[in-house]
């Protein structure tokens, strides 16, 4: 059985940092392109960051830029988003996503609130 769980939402001020996770099961994640995207009230989901499998390529959103970090531990089948001077409008739920070829699996979400 396929999971992804998010985890490390949560309320923070602005300019403040949050770290999220994503544990992953069921599948071989080191095979695999993971990405975080992101979905605020009313909008589109929109990519993030992305990672290659053996995490040696990262991309980034331009807004994300310079704040976000993404990183993957293979060996324990995660991966993080770092977030620094978050932004109120940086306020959406966050999504890991993982794919190979015509694979592709989603967690569930975890909130994240900027706000003061």
């Known amino acids: 059985q396929v999971q992804l769980v998010e985890s490390g939402g949560g309320l923070v001020q602005p300019g403040g940092s949050l770290r999220l996770s994503c544990v992953a099961s069921?599948?071989?994640?080191?095979?695999?392109?993971m990405s975080w995207y992101r979905q605020a009230p009313g909008k589109e989901r929109e990519l993030v960051a992305g990672i290659s499998s053996g995490g040696s390529t990262t991309n980034y959103t331009d807004s994300m830029k310079g704040r976000f970090t993404m990183s993957r531990d293979n060996a324990k089948n995660t991966v993080y988003l770092q977030m620094n001077s978050l932004k109120p409008e940086d306020t959406a739920v966050y999504y890991c996503y993982a794919a190979r070829y015509a694979s592709g699996y989603w967690g569930q979400g975890t909130q994240v609130t900027v706000s003061s």
């Open positions: 069921g599948f071989t994640f080191s095979t695999y392109r």
